[in-house]
């Protein structure tokens, strides 16, 4: 493979802005990804396991998230360029297995906030009587627009709607602990299924459907790393930010797990669509459930709005090595990849005007399952390949730690074919139709020919621009 030369022209066309986020911005990046799935959609998973059989469902795929997030830990700090799990891949796995890796990743990011717009606009009619293509339309203009003033302005924007959903779930969670009751966890009657028990009446079976919706409380925390290029110092950062995002929700999702179905009921719950809501309500606290459904939807906003920053910058990395038009990673004067927010954006809406957001966002999952699997192979192919990587982070448990996420990342896939085989064809489909297109085409068109060339030259690049000296400076 020979792809074209680049210069430095190209890359300068081409650049980020450096050192914009900490790890506490990072974190916060990493909580807003995910903090959405706490309001609303778990629950439904207590509907088809039972309360215990959800737990175990959560617990699994708790801990398939955490190792995942561990040996993404390791991998950002050591690699630590703006496509995430694409750049771990293709170092690992060559520019096929990292387009692949890329491409799931893409699906996910790309199809989540068509999903989250629509219940945006759910959110909206219940509270002001106005829904439809209008506002799914407002609210990607508006998010794009906040994004395209810069990358510190828009991680500030979201750690402030973050701050607001986060303080709705621990309000909850504080007004709820009174009402407590461990008996209303159990109030689903055993089936006749195949290991029921008043812990987990749906049986066996119900714990494996109710995989994709454990999942929910987690999903998409893998894309703090797209960050990586922006943070100040990625070798103590980006480890710190996604271990930092990850502790934090396994502690919200527990506190509403728990918490919610202890005061409500578990079957009230797993029928529930806005479980924080109707939890307060079932307590006697009406006040209060008014100003959650309110924060609710800052919860969708958060999730909406740093989903779109993950996909501007994997469309960004994509395109700059050549896998994707390279129109798609010209940055404007304020370091914001401007191509790359807008067309998935309107591809977003486009997908959005279906109206079937369950069925969006069950394709999401699939893209994103596809992509942990990939990504913790990369893990294992690194430290098997690349032993003398330097790695200022390294994953405790080693290979251990990113075979638990493999394993577990391709059973959560069986997982959402058992809930939802539609999505899952309709996703394979998609990531067939994307496959074609590197294999027929952009594979000729790469801008290096290994992982290590690409990085040189984006070092050497931001090197060069780094060292120039601003006319308005120059010495007369």
Request: charged fraction near 10%; proline fraction near 5%; aromatic fraction near 12%.
């Amino acid at each position: 493979m020979s792809g074209p030369s680049i210069d430095q022209d190209y890359l300068a066309k081409r650049q980020l802005r450096k050192g914009t986020a900490g790890w506490v911005l990072l974190a916060g990046l990493g909580v807003s990804y995910v903090i959405s799935g706490d309001f609303a959609g778990w629950n439904f998973g207590i509907a088809e396991a039972g309360w215990g059989g959800f737990v175990i469902a959560a617990a699994l795929m708790g801990l398939m998230y955490f190792a995942l997030v561990l040996s993404l830990a390791e991998m950002s700090a050591a690699i630590p360029a703006a496509g995430g799990g694409y750049s771990f891949a293709r170092q690992a796995m060559g520019p096929a297995g990292g387009y692949l890796t890329g491409l799931a990743v893409l699906i996910e990011y790309a199809l989540a906030p068509a999903a989250i717009v629509i219940f945006i606009g759910a959110a909206m009619e219940e509270l002001l009587g106005i829904n439809g293509p209008l506002v799914y339309a407002l609210f990607y203009a508006v998010f794009i627009g906040i994004h395209l003033a810069g990358v510190g302005e828009a991680l500030k924007v979201m750690m402030v709607i973050s701050g607001l959903a986060v303080f709705a779930i621990v309000a909850t969670a504080v007004a709820l602990l009174g009402d407590f009751d461990a008996s209303r966890l159990f109030d689903i009657a055993p089936t006749d299924a195949a290991g029921a028990s008043a812990f987990m009446p749906f049986g066996w079976a119900g714990i494996w459907a109710a995989l994709p919706f454990g999942m929910w409380l987690f999903l998409a925390v893998e894309g703090v790393p797209l960050a990586a290029e922006e943070s100040k110092d990625p070798a103590r950062d980006m480890p710190k930010g996604i271990i930092g995002a990850m502790i934090f929700l396994l502690f919200t999702a527990v506190l509403v797990v728990f918490l919610l179905a202890g005061a409500a009921g578990a079957d009230a719950i797993g029928a529930s669509g806005v479980p924080l809501v109707d939890a307060l309500n079932a307590a006697g606290n009406g006040t209060l459930a008014t100003v959650v459904n309110v924060l609710g939807l800052a919860g969708l906003i958060a999730s909406f709005f740093s989903i779109i920053y993950g996909y501007s910058r994997l469309v960004f990395a994509l395109s700059r090595a050549g896998y994707l038009p390279k129109v798609l990673s010209l940055t404007s004067q304020r370091k914001a990849p401007t191509w790359a927010l807008v067309v998935p954006g309107v591809f977003g809406f486009l997908v959005s005007l279906s109206g079937e957001g369950d069925l969006i966002l069950g394709m999401a999952v699939v893209g994103a399952t596809l992509s942990y699997a990939l990504m913790a192979a990369s893990h294992i192919l690194l430290r098997l390949k690349r032993p003398d990587l330097p790695r200022p982070y390294r994953t405790p448990g080693g290979i251990v730690t990113s075979s638990v996420a493999l394993v577990l990342s391709l059973v959560a896939l069986t997982g959402v074919y058992a809930f939802d085989p539609r999505a899952f064809n309709y996703t394979i489909v998609l990531f067939v139709i994307g496959a074609a297109y590197y294999f027929l085409y952009s594979r000729h068109k790469l801008v290096a020919k290994t992982a290590e060339e690409e990085f040189q030259l984006v070092a050497d690049a931001e090197s060069s621009l780094s060292h120039e000296v601003p006319p308005a400076a120059t010495p007369t």
